[in-house]
């Protein structure tokens, strides 16, 4: 299998009438966690649904474990390895946390950690304290982590995780943090959409930011922290 899991080449996408992204190239390798940084409005969430070939109106070339899936559907992407946690978390409101982790169950797959219930409890032990707990009755922290717990049931080789510091409680945040570093040590590849520099900077290897649906800047988190221009230009609020 390739060093590189995911490439994204001269990708370009609109909504109607609107051009968003503006030739996007990213790359993403084995056992590596990516930040896709910018402001709000940036691009960032629109760059990860059109990886993850949710929409319609793309250009450009976007290849996984060396297939060119830029035509596929979301969950012809899914089968192949990629799981995708949505920013508004969409959960199944009515279904138990193990139900919802049931609904994400895939089958192992070569090099890839397999993923259970109670490996996933072991990761998330608020979880596997509310086994039976419908997810409209969890705050939105908790449904933050079901939500990354359904999508690793699918044994991913590669999650896109988009703005998993948004709305939620600082503890939170920092839970967040140490799951990602967890997965890492497990061998995850992680695209991380992110615009909170301290937890990008806490779990994340190299960093691509945007800026009005262009990359603007990349290289190592440690280049883009100590690169004041950059942060001002491209992340100050």
Do not use: C
Not at 96 to 109: A, H, I, K
Not at 168 to 175: C, D, F, K, R, S
Not at 212 to 237: E, F, K, S
């Amino acid at each position: 299998m390739s060093d590189v899991l995911l490439r994204v080449e001269g990708l370009n996408a609109w909504y109607d009438r609107a051009h968003i992204l503006f030739d996007v190239g990213l790359e993403v390798r084995r056992g590596e966690v990516v930040a896709l940084m910018g402001r709000n409005g940036a691009g960032k969430s629109t760059t990860m649904k059109a990886i993850m070939g949710m929409l319609d109106q793309i250009q450009g070339k976007v290849t996984f474990l060396g297939k060119d899936v830029s035509r596929a559907r979301p969950h012809q992407i899914a089968r192949m390895g990629m799981g995708y946690v949505p920013e508004d978390r969409r959960v199944f409101t009515d279904l138990t946390v193990l139900e919802n982790l049931e609904v994400g169950r895939q089958q192992p797959r070569p090099e890839a950690f397999a993923w259970t219930p109670q490996k996933l409890f072991d990761l998330f032990p608020n979880l596997g304290e509310m086994q039976q707990r419908p997810g409209g009755q969890m705050s939105g922290g908790e449904q933050q982590m079901l939500t990354v717990a359904r999508t690793l049931m699918g044994n991913p080789y590669l999650v896109l995780l988009d703005e998993p510091s948004e709305g939620v409680a600082p503890v939170i945040v920092e839970q967040m943090a140490e799951t990602i570093l967890k997965l890492k040590r497990e061998g995850m590849s992680i695209l991380l959409s992110e615009q909170n520099l301290h937890f990008a900077g806490l779990v994340s290897d190299r960093a691509y930011v945007l800026e009005n649906g262009h990359i603007r800047y990349q290289g190592t988190m440690a280049q883009l922290a100590a690169d004041d221009d950059a942060r001002r230009a491209y992340l100050a609020v």
